[in-house]
């Protein structure tokens, strides 16, 4: 008798590679069908520092960013990929950035994980503030 390896087995195995390519079903309902995503390189502007409120934070799908804003004048971004089944995040309030998917949460100072399933934090994304504007470093 053969048996196929299960979802955990190739995930543990791949060290989380195939993590984002069984999920494509999940999100927040918002359907770009048709569109493609490409990740911001380095140096390209991804908000102006007034777009980002003090406590809370933005999303920019197409850059695959989440931004936040823990305490006036501090600014951080990470993935917008939740660690636990690679949905997209959908939501930042709170003090936390939410994924739709099955309800885990990030705080916006570091993204480690507030509320499970998830169990590791979103990964931090490297910026640069320049006057008004939030650039990807």
Do not use: W
């Not at 951080?76 to 997209?88: E, L, V």
């Not at 003090?95 to 934090?121: E, L, M, R, W, Y």
């Amino acid at each position: 008798m053969t048996h196929s390896p299960t979802r955990r087995t190739v995930l543990l195995a791949t060290g989380g590679a195939a993590l984002t390519a069984g999920c494509s079903e999940y999100g927040s309902g918002n359907d770009d069908s048709g569109s493609s995503s490409v990740e911001a390189g380095a140096g390209t502007e991804v908000a102006k520092t007034s777009e980002i409120p003090v406590g809370g934070g933005k999303i920019f799908k197409d850059q695959k960013v989440v931004v936040t804003q823990p305490k006036k004048g501090e600014f951080k971004a990470f993935s917008d990929i939740c660690t636990h089944q690679g949905c997209q995040v959908s939501s930042v309030s709170d003090g936390t950035i939410n994924c739709p998917c099955h309800g885990s949460k990030f705080n916006i100072t570091d993204g480690s994980v507030a509320n499970p399933p998830a169990n590791q934090p979103l990964p931090e994304k490297q910026i640069k503030v320049t006057g008004d504007s939030i650039q990807l470093a």
